[in-house]
C-alpha cells in the first residue's frame, strides 16, 4: 500500500493495517523469539505498596497445548535511583491467580557490565496452555524512583 498520507487511508485499509502488524510482530517473534512485555525506562513506576504491573504492559498467553512445553526466558532490567530501595520482578500467572516466578531484588543505580547502567536478570517459565501472564515490580519504599523493563524470548522446545 502506498498512499500519500494517512488521511488517504480508508476504514477498510486502517483494518487490513492493523492486522497486517498483529501478522508481522508474531511472524518477528516466532523468527526472532523475543517479545516486549513493558516497562519503562524513562517512566518510573507508580507509587504505593505491593506489586505493580509493568508500564504499558502486554500479557502474554499460550493460545494452545501444541505450543506448549517450549522453555522461555524473561530477561527484565532494573534500577533504582538510590540504593537504599531495590526493585523485584516477577511473572503472575493471572489465570491461576499466582506467582509463576518471582526475580531477585536489585539495588543497583550504576550497572552491572561494564558501561551498562540496566543490569538484567533472567526469570525462566514454562508456560501452560491458555494460561495468562504479565510481568510486574515491587518497590521496597517509595522513597525514590525504580524503572523496570521485560522481554519474553523462546529459548527453545
Known sequence: MAYNSPTA???????????????????????????????????????????????????????????????????VELRVENAAISITPKIRNLTGGSDTVVGSATTSTTGGVAGDIWPSQTLAITPAANTRYRLMFVKSADTYAAWGIGVLRRKGT
Open 9 to 75: 487511508l480508508t476504514s477498510t485499509d486502517q483494518f487490513a493495517s492493523e492486522e497486517y502488524i498483529k501478522l508481522r510482530d508474531s511472524i518477528l517473534f516466532n523468527t526472532f523469539g523475543q517479545f516486549e512485555l513493558g516497562g519503562s525506562r524513562s517512566i518510573a513506576l507508580p507509587t504505593g505498596g505491593g506489586y505493580k504491573d509493568a508500564i504499558e504492559f502486554r500479557d502474554f498467553l499460550i493460545p494452545d497445548a501444541l505450543y506448549t512445553g517450549a522453555t522461555y526466558e524473561v530477561i
